[in-house]
């Protein structure tokens, strides 16, 4: 199964493979990018991020999030060429990180390696299917159709939330002095303002949090109109152009649209399959047949 995604679109695709139960790859191209899903039995067991964004691999996300030292990434990356093992397996096998931080880290680069898919208006995908097993020290195999929800959010709420801080790089912190009660606080709220001691970077900050730039965006929203956090422009010679960012942004935005109307598509037939299977199940048939009969 192949094709181009402005012939059938991402959500389709997941929906299709989840739906039929099938086991393999899917591999999703566009923006000079290639982005591989595993399924196994229709659910995603696992991803591979292009290689060229390295802040998508689950050794920089542990990094950047705190469990590891640069050189200690280096030296555990240097293991992959003579075991042939993938670094979460490596991490759990040496002690240095446990399964459960893994997996949740594995769920959360599925997330966040979805949620950049989703925003593609031109690519390919390519379905090949094979025998898949979930590993032993990752992380439970996710539904597509739990995260195309969040996906739906995602380009849905994230452009408005983003509109509040500043363009390009920004800074947060917590304000001086002030003093909070955790129950007062959603769950993400609860877990930035934790974070908030590790770094002002947000995305450290989301990384530290485990949570994905759509949910960090909006736990921040959420503790600055709490007045909580102070939010400032990053100084220039930032890792970015904000310029540059600001038309990416934009560009992101434009291509919402398109996106969501095909989620709403997908999710729609999803309903419609559920319907039609129950109003062909044979309680239904023989309900019906008793209920013709009686009039």
């Not at 139960?21 to 595993?38: D, H, P, W, Y």
């Not at 229709?42 to 591979?48: E, L, M, T, Y």
């Not at 989301?206 to 929203?221: P, S």
């Amino acid at each position: 199964m192949q094709g181009k995604i402005a012939d059938f679109s991402i959500p389709d695709i997941f929906q299709l493979v989840s739906s039929q139960g099938k086991s393999g790859s899917l591999a999703i191209s566009g923006n000079e990018r290639v982005t591989v899903f595993l399924f196994s039995e229709g659910r995603i067991v696992d991803v591979q991020p292009d290689r060229r964004e390295s802040k998508s691999l689950l050794g920089t996300m542990l990094r950047d999030a705190g469990y590891l030292a640069d050189s200690e990434l280096k030296r555990f990356l240097s293991y992959q060429g003579t075991g042939g093992k993938k670094i979460g397996e490596i991490l759990v096998e040496k002690g240095k990180v446990s399964k459960e931080v893994i997996g949740r880290y594995l769920a959360l680069q599925v997330k966040e390696c979805l949620f950049d898919v989703l925003t593609l208006r031109e690519g390919e995908y390519r379905f090949e299917g094979f025998a898949v097993r979930p590993a032993a020290w990752g992380g439970e195999p996710i539904r597509p159709d739990v995260l195309l929800m969040e996906g739906m959010q995602f380009l849905d709420e994230y452009p408005r939330f983003r509109g509040i801080f500043p363009s390009g790089d920004f800074r947060v912190a917590r304000k001086g002095g002030e003093r909070v009660d955790p129950y007062v606080l959603s769950e993400e709220e609860r877990v930035l303002w934790k974070a908030l001691d590790f770094s002002g970077d947000p995305d450290r900050v989301y990384r530290k949090a485990c949570l994905t730039g759509f949910e960090g965006i909006k736990g921040l929203a959420a503790l600055l109109q709490r007045g909580l956090i102070e939010v400032s422009a990053a100084e220039p010679g930032g890792r970015v152009d904000p310029a540059r960012r600001l038309r990416d942004e934009i560009a992101f935005r434009r291509r919402f649209d398109t996106i969501r109307m095909a989620l709403w598509g997908a999710a729609a037939a999803a309903a419609a399959v559920w319907v039609c299977r129950g109003l062909l199940s044979q309680g239904a048939l023989r309900t019906f047949t008793a209920w013709v009969d009686f009039f």
